[in-house]
């Protein structure tokens, strides 16, 4: 059985970070990565260094902000859709699916939301809801899929060190993870959550208040898998050291590893 490895990893500015991403490749050698936050035009993506680091990779890019990607080791990622069905009018770039490895591999960037309440976190929820409704039809497919990204949803208060300051933030809001757990019911597994079980594991501490060196961290990076990749998750983990490098992003790159039916991956070389 081969082993395939998919992480997910808000790089918050691949311009500035792009040395730290191409050395977390060559160090933990993922197959798959969705990235967010490029925080680049599609111009400004550095497809040719990570060709040359073996990726092929596809990208959704914005001036600024928002930005996602999915990168292939070996492989170029067949694109099936940008944007989310039935929010075509939605400006940000924050929704690729692409075909990888016979799988349906989407990177997902939820909207932040604050503050709340107000427009920005109508905007989530509404994008929420039209997540849900894409993921719905993904999952009854019956294909193979994983979505992967930062969610900005903290699903519980066993996924953050301490509720009570962030009570406000539209991560922990009702109502945001109320769609989470609609999104779960539709039968995707929270892949880092089953591995881990009750141990608490985070994905993301922001720049505040030295949250990294006391291990003040928040859960929002999430992989979910269909039914037909649940039975196959063998491990899981977060690479916790990138956080920890000088001039990282917030976020630490998250990821799963599955067994996969001889023949499903494409191999490489």
């Known amino acids: 059985m081969a082993k395939l490895r998919i992480a997910t990893f808000n790089i918050n500015g691949i311009r500035s970070r792009l040395p730290a991403l191409l050395q977390w490749l060559a160090r933990e050698a993922p197959d798959i990565v969705c990235l967010q936050e490029l925080k680049a035009v599609d111009s400004a993506f550095p497809v040719e260094p990570l060709r040359d680091a073996g990726y092929g990779s596809i990208w959704q890019g914005q001036s600024a902000w928002n ?10 990622p067949l694109e099936s859709r940008r944007g989310l069905p039935g929010f075509e009018a939605d400006t940000h770039s924050r929704y690729l699916e692409a075909v990888v490895s016979g799988m349906v591999v989407a990177s997902v960037y939820l909207p932040n939301g604050n503050p709340q309440p107000g427009p920005k976190f109508d905007y989530k929820l509404a994008w929420f809801d039209h ?8 999952f009854k497919s019956g294909h193979p899929v994983v979505l992967a990204g930062d969610f900005n949803v903290v699903p519980t208060d066993e996924d953050i060190y301490n509720p009570r300051s962030w009570l406000k933030d539209a991560l922990l809001q009702p109502e945001s993870r109320e769609r989470y757990q609609r999104l779960l019911a539709q039968g995707w597994t929270d892949a880092v959550r089953t591995h881990f079980g009750d141990e608490r594991v985070y994905t993301f501490w922001d720049y505040f208040r030295r949250h990294w060196d006391t291990n003040s961290g928040l859960r929002i990076d ?13 491990d899981a983990g ?18 799963v590893e599955l067994e996969m039916v001889a023949g499903r991956r494409k191999r490489n070389g």
């Open 222 to 234: 999430h992989l979910l898998l269909s039914a037909e990749l649940a039975p196959r998750l063998r």
């Open 67 to 76: 930005g996602v990607a999915i990168l292939a080791k070996g492989e170029a």
């Open 238 to 255: 977060v690479d916790r050291w990138v956080r920890g490098e000088p001039h990282a992003s917030d976020h630490a790159p998250t990821w």
């Open 131 to 138: 997540l849900i409704a894409h993921a719905a039809k993904l």
